[in-house]
Each structure stands twice: as C-alpha cells, then as structure tokens.
C-alpha cells in the first residue's frame, strides 16, 4: 500500500499536472476575456487539456501495472516501461517508438543496446511482440491507452484545412509583411501539432515553397528560415517524407539554403535531409540532386550548430553505394579527417569514415591524408568502445589494401600493443578486426624471417 501511495504523490507527476492545470487556466481566461483571442490559443488549450487527461490516465495505469510483475521482455530497454508500440530497429533489438525516435532525433546513429552502427533508421512494426502485450494486459485486466494513436484517430476537421489553405495563400501573397507572418504560423503550428503535418499535399507543399527563390543569397533570411524549418517539421510526418522527397523543387531549395540565409537555416536544411533520408528511394533522389557536396561544404564551415545535422545526413545518404563515391569525389574524406585529426565530432564522423571505407578510392585517400596515426592515436586515447570499434575497422581496411601502412601499424603494436589489448578488450567486431591485423603482420614477419 505504501508504494501505492508514493506513485499517487509523485513530485515530478503532481508538478507537471500542476503546471498544465495553470496554463489551461491562463489560455481558458484568455479565451474567454479576450474579443480578439488568437485562434491558436484555442488549439493550445484543446491541447493542454489533452495533455492534462494523457498524464491523468497515465497515472492511472502506473497503479495498476505497479501491483502486477511485468515481464522484462515487454518493458523497453530505454524507458523502463511497459511498451505501447514496439518497433524493430535496424539492429534487430525492439523498443518503444516514442523512446527510440527520442533516440534518433538526437542525432544518433547506433543501437542503443548493442553500439552497433545502423544500416537504416526505418523503424519496424514489432507486431509479435504488441499482441504477446496486448493479450498480457488483457489476462491481467489492464487497458492500454495510446495517446498518439487516438489523437490520429480524431482526425482532421474541414476547418483545419480552410486555415491551411488560408495561410498558403497569405504566403503567396504579393504582401511581404503577411508572406512573413502567415511563414511563421505555419512553422509554429506544424511544430506543435502532428495532426497538422498530415494536411498538406503535393500542391500544397509546392505553394509552401513557391516564394522561395533559388540562388538568391540576399533574400529575406527571416521568411526563408521559417519556410525551411516548416518543411522540416513536415519531413517528420512519416506519410510526407515520400511527397517532400519526390519534389526536386523542395530538395533543390533545401540545398539552396544549405548555402545560404542563417544557421538555423543551414542546419534545419541538413535535418530535413536527414528525416527524407530514412527512405532509401529517397537516398537516391537526394544523392543524385548534388546535395553531398553542399552538406559536405556546410560539415566543413564547422558551425557547431549545423555539424551534426549535416554529418547525420551524410551518414544516412552514404548508405546507398552509390552515394558513398559521390561523397569521396566531393571530398568527404579529407574534410571529415581534418575535423577527426581536430577531435571535432569524433563519434558520429568515425561512423561515416567506416562506412566510406568500403570505397577503394576512399582508402587510398584515408592512407595518403595521414588516417593511419589518428586512428591509432583513437585507439590509445579514446574510452568510447565505438569509437574504438569503427576505428580498428578501417585501419582494417587500410591495412589489408596498402601494404606500406604495415609498418606504421607494426610500430605501434610494438611500442604500445595498442592492437592486442583491443584484440582481448573490445567489441566483439573490435576483436576480429584487430586479430584479423594481427594475423596479417605475423604473417608478413614469417614471410620476411623464411625469405
């Protein structure tokens, strides 16, 4: 009972309730005084009394599982929790959506569980798993409540949609001061509702962008940034990401403003390819668009606000082969070296010089721009066993096609046995990358001592 009564009185629960129920308070009394009140306040109340009722069922249902015994394998490794919507990641290892789109928004690239790099960020449906939950909660007598999913199933109402196409045509509008104020709504709405995203269409999109001009560095960088970031919340929508990345005017002005207009500018230009990317169609299209070289240009600007936008949308693009040599002859390699070699970025940048290094062109590069000593250097320094991982694999690679870097490699074996303690310390990839150099340089020894 004692335990009971401590999750009825959570702090953390009671505060963020208290909080909601004073602005509720605030937007109601608004409303309700104001002749004028903006019409979002209407949409911010409706959703802060939902927001108010999630956190109430939630509390509801956490007294319940509190007094059942829930199996590890339905609780997610990140939260903790109960799993509502369990999904595959690319790793194979299941988590909950909210938890692991957390994960990836912020701009990592790995499973959380096994460090392992991604080959994708398309999350997967565990259906298996949901119904194995499903028919637990049922034995036991508990209701799950998805609020997400009931909010999808609200739907959109008529006047939703006369307010979008309102604001797009503001934003079409020969007035520049309503072009900017009907740009700023748009991205403030498209930010705070998800319903909303799922508005617009392919004209729509098009009429989003339509004041955008090309090549214009001079434009009003106040309306440009607005328009980009409001395509970037779109490119969230999991339903706009084919629509947004199949339109070469959009991609053509995201790349544009990778060039131009502020930092924010430039960095959400480098998110909103980063979210299209996560379909491989998309990969192509964007790859083939020129957009490696502006994301590479913008990666070595080195703004620590746009580098890891644009390195995340590197990584994702790289994937498809066909990207990875547009990459290399954009000059990815020496860039992303120079910015290692200066311990900007070291994790995420390791990760896409590992997945380069399956080009043959890159290794030469990585072998004559000095890649050999800084990963050895990684290796002694580093404490991350990723780091460590993806560095022991492309000195892997640089080993087993340059020959003149052996020596380099023996050295640092024999000074420090830098490679043999990664060989018994590390991953298990770490492990068989660096036995499999070890191997290589006792054979070469053998070869030597026999000749």
Known sequence: MAKTGMLETDPAMVAKATELKKELQRLVKAIVEEDDSRIDSYDQARETLSALKDLKIKRSLSLKLDTHDVPPEFRCPLSRELMKDPVILASGQTYDRPFIQKWLKSGNLTCPQSQQVLTHTILIPNNLVRDMILQWCKNQGIKLHNSEQETQEEGITEADRDHLQLLLDKVSSPSLVEQKKAAKELRQ???????????????????????????????????????????????????????????????????????????????????????????????????????????????????????????????????????????????????????????????????????????????????????????????????????????????????????????????????????????????????????????????????????
């Open 189 to 451: 709405l498209t930010k705070r509702m998800p319903s909303f995203r799922g508005l617009f269409g392919k004209d729509a999109i098009t009429q989003l962008v339509n004041p955008l001009p090309l090549g214009r560095p001079d434009f009003h960088t106040d309306l440009q940034e607005d328009l980009i970031t409001t395509v970037l919340n779109l490119s969230i929508h999991d339903n706009n990401k084919k629509l947004v990345g199949e339109n070469h005017v959009v991609i053509n002005l995201l790349i544009d403003s990778l060039k131009s207009g502020t930092i924010e500018t430039k960095s959400n230009s480098a998110a909103a390819l980063f979210t299209l990317s996560a379909l491989d169609s998309n990969k192509i299209l964007i790859g083939k668009s020129g957009a490696l070289q502006a994301l590479i240009n913008l990666l070595e600007e080195g703004h620590p606000l746009a580098m890891k936008d644009a390195a995340s949308a590197i990584f994702n693009l790289c994937i498809i082969h066909g990207n990875k040599e547009r990459a290399v002859h954009a000059g990815a390699v020496g860039v992303i070296l120079k910015k290692i070699m200066d311990r900007m970025l070291v994790d995420e940048l390791l990760a896409i010089l590992a997945i380069l290094s399956g080009h043959q062109k890159a290794v030469e590069e990585m072998g004559e721009l000095g890649a050999v000593p800084c990963l050895l250097s990684i290796l002694r320094e580093s404490t991350c066993g990723r780091n460590k991982e993806n560095s022991i694999a492309i000195l892997y690679t640089i080993c087993f096609n340059d020959r003149t870097k052996w020596r380099e490699i023996k050295e640092e074996e024999n000074s420090n046995g830098t490679i043999s303690q990664l060989a018994q310390n590390g991953t298990l990839r770490a492990k068989r990358k660096a036995n499999g150099i070890l191997e290589r340089l006792n054979r070469a020894v053998t070869v030597i001592h026999t000749a």
